[in-house]
């Protein structure tokens, strides 16, 4: 299981799922070009995942379980989960595949299985167990404002923006 704070946070709906995910990894860096071309750069803060849930047009009343909890969110003020179990290229710890670790509600990407498994990011004080069945984020919207789109075939198009939230 997952960690346990994940228990007591508000769940996206799951239903109806999304088409299409994009996941971007958001490392600070700072980086200054000398003028013989030489690059020096530096990582400053941490590391954190932003998602965009993408779903095919659907029918408003499909639409609504998720409009209502995006309102219900308030913007970028609440915390939710997001689970990601549904993404991933086989079940288990492959590379690519996302987990949680039970000590923490830290995202991880999985980066390499053999000869040991390795996960990213990978400054991890504890050696919790990594758990891949059951995937969530802890996250907040990306922006205070989400756009829904009723197009001319009264169909709803809707694209989720979301930050991990540590």
Do not use: C, W
């Amino acid at each position: 299981m997952p960690s346990s704070a994940f228990s007591t946070l508000a769940a996206l709906p799951v239903a109806p799922a999304p088409a299409a995910v994009r996941v971007n990894s958001r490392q600070r860096t700072r980086a200054s070009q000398a003028e013989s071309g030489r690059i020096l750069s530096r990582v400053y803060g941490g590391q954190y995942f932003e998602v965009t849930l993408v779903y095919s047009p659907m029918k408003r009343s499909d639409a609504a379980p998720l409009i209502a909890f995006l309102q219900s969110r308030r913007g970028r003020d609440s915390l939710f989960k997001v689970e990601l179990s549904g993404y991933r290229a086989a079940a288990g710890a492959d590379v690519a595949n996302f987990g949680n670790y039970d000590d923490d509600t830290k995202l991880h990407l999985i980066t390499a299985t053999s000869p040991a498994l390795e996960t990213f990011p990978d400054a991890r004080a504890g050696g919790g167990q990594l758990y891949t069945d059951t995937v969530y984020m802890r996250a907040s919207l990306a922006r205070d404002a989400q756009q829904i789109a009723l197009d001319r075939d009264s169909l709803i198009r809707l694209e989720i923006d979301l930050v991990e939230r540590l």
